[in-house]
């Protein structure tokens, strides 16, 4: 087996779901059994573990924020039953990495918390929080399903920003591409899509499913089902995507009208102006349809970010170095992103054959995640 | 206060959450306090109490099942977030009834398990348990949302049909009505409409919502958008009832394309062939419509029910006997609808001014609800 093989098996079983896909959210035991795993495999390469108060674990091979060190790293977290590359491939691949550097060179491997936002609903939160791109008492406010807030599943108030990632002479994470964009192994990012987060909430009037006649109800599941399909069709046709597939419905019975029906809208474009349009387009459609169906919607921003360009001259730079590596823009956000505003970031990809992301099946082939451990190696060789 | 206000008065705080709506899930804890209350009022009433071996539980004034018998009495078990006089104002108001008979009478009083389905999908459980409308093998198996068999919430396998049924002379459940068809306090049900309950599993390819191109998606959420408008439409135009209230998503994260969304669909019509041809439109358009987009859907009925036309002579004797009570139609199931096959049945409806049942708001007042006990005590005392 190779050294990726053997050390993608350690974690591979935890979390797993029995439909194979894997639930590892924020925080929960599968994930703090991965952190766990992340200090045994710092100890074993004498590097100093330390955490940021925000849930971010960092693994320094020399003096913690020295000046000019180089990070690399991703996240441990799935979405709910999602594939085991998204995330973690890239705190596997940083350990492998640095195993091929020379000592002494300036590098830290990152482990963010809650990249997805599959807990408390804030996608990249601990990359946020570090940079000072949310504030720490709002983070620390933020609730799971189950009413935990974020700062009581962490046991603290988080610290948020910490000027000392100017420190940082760059960083690279490493991901699984998630759109059947890469037709060779390793490939470069050039952009993250604009995107975000807007929850609907379509309120009516809960009555009985069998007695309300027809003209009496006021059903926020048919203007949220309406506005269902009204994002899929304004997506299409401005090229974006959007998407809306969670929901949460009050009483959520059988004979029940509801009274609330809440549905998230995730939206992407390829930039701002295209997705503010598409949004805008969603919301007063769905609010046109709310006045005729007698009920109400009211729309919250959870999280929107605008377009992330990666530092240029740094991609063409790690294309070059790599043999010509393509360049290639995501629709889906990562801690890269949020890291580009303070600090020259890259990403690199490693080939996903399906592109089939966020579910059991996502799945990138042993070669091409060793290709991918060595392109970051010679990545972090040449900037640090 | 009056004997019903401070009856009412006992069970009004069990299982009520902070909206005001109830959670009174059959053989959950706040039902189980109602069943030991229950008994608390047979024992000050020196009835015997026994249980049929389905969950049912049972109040005699005289011998148990002595030939004759006349039964009332409805359920305690309510939907989520549900009202307080859904099936309690039948329990309540008939213990207050017997209280106006002379000694010796032979009533019972029955609370039936499980009549809203709320928590093992298949409604009026026990009524069908006991008269052998279904089998009690397959009771037994039926599961709630946490993956409890009722066999295992009951603590033993249900024992089904009890041939004693007959013995039974009548039987007469008093409900609160719900659906603004009763302008008088008290009116008397003809018939209850066919109606059922279908499961439709709309399934899809679980994907990335930031990356996964429009044109390659198979969202089912899309399918099940389309149904739940289709289902509004074609029962507008039917001049019937439609809803899908109640759905569950996987993996329901805002971030991921569904794989599998799971809609029940409520269907009433005044006839079964009105029905029949509603749901037939409903699952032939989802059906077209799963081909264009991609995806699959399943439909399992759950329960149906047919048209329950009570006993016609009884109701119009009833009437008679109140007054010239008004005799209506309902379009919600009830324990009565099943017993109506094995015993000359009747219904009466207690006045509900909006209409609204199976939401907080649902509401009855105490003058009505006192005029129900004493039209419940008068039949009782004409049966009997």
Redesign the interface.
Known sequence: MSEFGKVWAEIAPVGRAAGG?YLRYALTAPELTLRDWFRGQAAQRDMTVTEDGNGNLFAWRAEPWAPGTVLTGSHFDS????GGYDGPLGIVSAFLAVDELPRGRKVVVAAFAEE???RF?V?CLGSRLLTGAIAPEKAAALRDRDGVTFAEALGYSPAGADPRIRNLSAAVELHIE???ALTVPVGVASAI?P?G?WRMDFTG????????????RR?P??T???T??VA?RE??LAGA?A?????Q???????????LVRG?L?A?AADTGTLDRLVGSVVREATERASRDGTGVEVTAESVTGEVAFDNALAVRLSDLLGGAPILP????HDAGVLSAHVPTAMLFVRNPT???????EHASDADCEAGVEALARVLEALT
């Open positions: 896909g979405v709910p039953h999602g997805e936002g599959g609903g996608p998630q759109g059947r899509w995107h987060r009037v809960g009555d009985h499913a069998g007695t309300t006649l027809m003209a009496d059903d599941m048919q949220f089902a309406f269902v399909l899929d997506a299409r995507h998407t809306m597939g969670r929901v419905v009050e009483p959520n019975a059988t004979n029940a009208i509801p009274s998230w995730d992407r995501t629709g889906a956000g592109g089939v992301s966020h579910s059991p099946a």
